[in-house]
């Protein structure tokens, strides 16, 4: 078991073409976590992360500040305490249109082969 605080892990800039997101990871292969990863990611206002999909589903946990989810129909809202289920091969992207910091934790399984954190 491991313990300890989220802020001393440091953030890192999440790449271009995101703007104003970074991340941390939480729990990976450096806490010993072989099967799935968990990511703390903040985005600035007027901020967004990557419009990208992934082969694998994931799921994210928003946590403070409000922004939009843009998916392949559409954009809709999200707010704190939402759970936004992302399956295999969804396009998806947020962006923060508020005016407070946007902060969720993104839930995703480890790769094999993967080396995040170790």
Same mark, same amino acid.
């Given at each position: *078991?491991?313990?300890?605080?989220?802020?001393?892990? =440091? /953030?890192?800039?999440? &790449?271009? =073409?995101?703007?104003?997101? %970074? %991340? %941390?990871?939480?729990?990976? &292969?450096?806490?010993?976590? +072989?099967?799935? $990863?968990?990511?703390?990611?903040e985005v600035k206002p007027g901020g967004s992360t990557l419009h990208h999909s992934h082969a694998y589903e994931h799921a *994210?946990?928003?946590?403070? #500040?409000?922004?939009?989810?843009?998916?392949?129909?559409? $954009?809709? =809202?999200?707010? +704190?305490?939402?759970?936004?289920?992302? &399956? =295999? #091969?969804?396009?998806?992207?947020?962006?923060?249109?508020?005016?407070? *910091? /946007? %902060?969720? /934790?993104?839930?995703?399984? *480890? /790769?094999?082969?993967?080396?995040?954190? &170790?």
């Open positions: *078991m491991k313990h300890f605080y989220h802020a001393e892990i =440091p /953030l890192e800039d999440i &790449a271009s =073409p995101a703007v104003g997101a %970074r %991340r %941390r990871w939480l729990i990976d &292969a450096s806490v010993g976590a +072989p099967n799935f $990863t968990v990511a703390e990611v *994210m946990f928003v946590l403070e #500040g409000t922004g939009e989810v843009v998916e392949s129909t559409g $954009t809709r =809202p999200i707010t +704190p305490w939402e759970v936004i289920y992302i &399956a =295999p #091969g969804d396009l998806h992207q947020i962006r923060n249109n508020g005016g407070k *910091m /946007l %902060r969720f /934790l993104s839930i995703e399984p *480890m /790769l094999k082969g993967e080396k995040r954190g &170790a």
